[in-house]
C-alpha cells in the first residue's frame, strides 16, 4: 500500500467508502451483509487500509452502525474514521449537536478523526454559513475537545457555491472532499475545483473516483486503446492512476461492495503509476466518444438567454440536462434544480423556440426542456 502524508498522519491512498457495502437484499440497503464487510475490514487492515469512510445517511442510517461495530475490535490507533454532519437536509441544521453525540454512539468511539460538512452545494451553502445554527462554532469546539482531530467538507455543489464557503470558511478547512474522475475531469468542471483547492493549499479528497462503476468497464475498442498503451494494467486501474497524476489528491475513496474489487483495488494501490501526456491524451478521447454519444453539444456561448422571455439560465439547466441522461438518473442535477426558484426550472419552459433561433449549435432546446421536466417529476 502506498501512503501520502497529510499533516502528521501517514495515510493509506486508497480509502474504503462505505456507501455501497455489500448487501443480502437487492430492494432493501439496510440489509448490509455484515459477515462480508467484517470480513472486508480485516483484509483492507490486514493489506494497509488505515482509512474509512462513511456518513449518517449511508445505507439508510445503517453504515455507521455496521462499520463502527466492525472496526471495535482493532485498536483505535490503528485505524482513522471519517463522518459527516448531514447539512444535505436542511431539517438537520438546528442539530448539529445531537447528531455528533448520536455518531459517537453508533460508531463506537470517543472522537473522529475525520469530521467534515457533506454536501456544500446551491441549497444548503446559507443554513450552513448561517451563524445562527452554530454549525462551524460547534464543530470546531468539539475540535478543541479532541473529539473530531480534522475538519473538512465535501462538496457536490458549483465552483461558485465552492468559492463562497471558501471565503467564508476556508481558513478552518484542512480538506475538501470532491467528485473526481477522468470523465469529471472536463464533464463537471472538477478541473476548476482541483485548482481552486490548489489556490488554498487544501488536501484534495475523491469521492466517485470510478463514476459509479461507469469507468470500470468500457467498450471493446476503447479498452484496446489502453491495452496498447499499458497491455498489464486494468481498466480500473486507469482511474486510479489518473487520480494520482492530479496535484494535491491526498486520498481516493472507494465505494467497494464486494471482496473482490477490494482486492483488486489494493493491488493497484501497491505502486504509484502516474500517467504521461499521451496516457492523458487517450484517456480524454474515450471521454469525448462517451459524452458526444449521449449529451447535447451546449457550449455556453449564452445567445440564448438574452432571448428566453422566462429568463431561464438555458446554459446551466442544459448542463444539469446532461448530467442527468448521461448517469442515468442520480441525485446531482435533482438536487441542484431543487435549489432554484420554481420559475426559474425546466418546467417554467413555455416552449417558444425563441432560444433555438439563435443557437449556433442548433439544439432543441425547448424538447430539452420539456424532457428535463418530465424526467424531475419521474
Not at 456544500?120 to 479532541?146: H, M, S, T, W
Not at 472532499?177 to 470523465?183: G, M, T
Not at 425563441?354 to 426542456?369: F, G, L, W, Y
Request: net charge negative; proline share 4%.
Amino acid at each position: 500500500m502506498i501512503y501520502n502524508e497529510f499533516e502528521n498522519l501517514k495515510l493509506s491512498a486508497l480509502g474504503l467508502g462505505t456507501m455501497r457495502l455489500p448487501v443480502t437484499s437487492e430492494t432493501d440497503d439496510t440489509q448490509i451483509d455484515v459477515e462480508q464487510t467484517e470480513k472486508m475490514v480485516e483484509y483492507a487492515i490486514k493489506n494497509g487500509i488505515n482509512y474509512f469512510d462513511t456518513a449518517w445517511g449511508y445505507h439508510s442510517g445503517e453504515s455507521e452502525k455496521v462499520i463502527g461495530n466492525a472496526l471495535s475490535k482493532y485498536p483505535r490507533e490503528s485505524f482513522y474514521l471519517a463522518t459527516k454532519f448531514p447539512g444535505y437536509d436542511l431539517s438537520n441544521m438546528d442539530k448539529v449537536e445531537e447528531i455528533f453525540e448520536a455518531k459517537l454512539k453508533k460508531c463506537k468511539v470517543d472522537y473522529f478523526d475525520f469530521y467534515l460538512f457533506h454536501n456544500v452545494y446551491e441549497k444548503n451553502i446559507d443554513p450552513y454559513l448561517d451563524e445562527k445554527y452554530g454549525i462551524l462554532a460547534y464543530l470546531l469546539k468539539q475540535k478543541e475537545n479532541g473529539r473530531i482531530k480534522h475538519l473538512g467538507f465535501s462538496v457536490h455543489g458549483s465552483l461558485e457555491v465552492m468559492k463562497r464557503f471558501l471565503e467564508a470558511y476556508g481558513k478552518h478547512m484542512e480538506f475538501c472532499q470532491i467528485q473526481l474522475n477522468y470523465l469529471d475531469y472536463k464533464f463537471q468542471d472538477a478541473k476548476a475545483k482541483v485548482e481552486l483547492l490548489n489556490e488554498y493549499n487544501i488536501p484534495i479528497w475523491v469521492m466517485e473516483p470510478l463514476r459509479g462503476g461507469r469507468l470500470a468497464k468500457l467498450s471493446e475498442e476503447q479498452e484496446k486503446k489502453l491495452k496498447e498503451l499499458r497491455p498489464d494494467e486494468n481498466i480500473p486501474a486507469w482511474a486510479f492512476r489518473f487520480l494520482q497524476s492530479i496535484p494535491g489528491v491526498t486520498m481516493v475513496l472507494s465505494g467497494m461492495s464486494s471482496m473482490e474489487q477490494l482486492e483488486e483495488n489494493i493491488k493497484t494501490f501497491k505502486e504509484r503509476k502516474t500517467l504521461n501526456e499521451e496516457e492523458k491524451k487517450a484517456l480524454f478521447e474515450i471521454v469525448d466518444e462517451m459524452l458526444n454519444k449521449k449529451v447535447l453539444p451546449c457550449t455556453a456561448c449564452r445567445y440564448c438567454t438574452s432571448h428566453c422571455p422566462k429568463g431561464l439560465n438555458i446554459p446551466h439547466l442544459l448542463s444539469l440536462y446532461n448530467e442527468h441522461i448521461f448517469t442515468g438518473g442520480g441525485f446531482i442535477a435533482p438536487m441542484a434544480i431543487s435549489a432554484l426558484p420554481e420559475d426559474k426550472r425546466p418546467s417554467a419552459c413555455i416552449g417558444c423556440r425563441s432560444c433555438e433561433k439563435v443557437c449556433p449549435q442548433q439544439i432543441k432546446i425547448s424538447e430539452a426542456m420539456k424532457d428535463f421536466a418530465k424526467l424531475l417529476e419521474e
